[in-house]
């Protein structure tokens, strides 16, 4: 018996049989782990920011790795660009990251081109002050490709305390003006 939670659903035809009589194998309704890292590889990468962990989904918009299957505007799920109910395979052919409020409005909706996704879009944009702060926040440190960094604790900025973290120096964000 399959519950709507099930990660696995039958090709239908009742209880896993065809027209034949015979049995047809399930089809998994869930992306695999294989498929969610090469999935998260083909979207595109966010200038200055950490390949993995932020990224455009199909709609460009910005997302955190950290925020997969949550609500919010940084938030993101693993989409089927065919969706699963009308015969869309969970492969990485068939899957994109989506911001989880597009993927609620795309539904099932298959050939929405991004224009239209970027409609559903939330429509907060964040700076890079912003973002480095919920980086700091989610993964404890800021790392940009090519300025390999982390953020000083409060502690440390007050001066009441060294890092004996020599591995990494200590970075200074950059102020709204200031280029990355």
């Known amino acids: 018996m399959s519950s709507s939670s099930s990660p696995h659903r039958s ?3 009742g209880a896993n049989s065809n027209s034949s009589g015979s049995n047809v194998e ?5 992306f695999d782990s294989n498929t969610k890292r090469k999935c998260w ?8 920011r950490h390949p993995e962990r932020w990224r455009k989904d199909a709609a460009g918009n ?3 790795k950290r925020f997969c299957n949550c609500q919010g505007c940084l938030c993101f799920e ?3 660009i065919v969706p699963f109910s009308k015969g869309g395979e969970s492969t990485y052919d068939n899957c994109q990251i989506l911001q989880t409020r597009v993927n609620r409005f795309k539904s099932d909706k298959d ?14 944009k964040f700076t890079d002050k912003e973002l480095d702060i919920i980086e700091m926040a989610v993964y404890g440190d800021v790392i940009r490709p090519g300025k390999e960094c982390r953020c000083k604790t409060v502690a440390e900025m007050l ?13 200074k964000l950059p ?4 280029p990355l």
């Open 78 to 80: 693993y989409d089927h």
């Open 41 to 48: 590889a083909k979207a595109e990468t966010l200038i200055g």
């Open 11 to 13: 090709r239908g035809g």
């Open 111 to 124: 050939s929405v081109d991004p224009t239209q996704l970027r409609g559903y879009s939330c429509d907060i």
């Open 62 to 64: 910005i997302v955190c």
């Open 159 to 171: 001066g009441q305390y060294k890092s004996k973290d020599s591995s990494m120096a200590a970075c």
């Open 175 to 178: 102020n709204n003006n200031e």
């Open 26 to 30: 399930d089809r998994p309704r869930f």
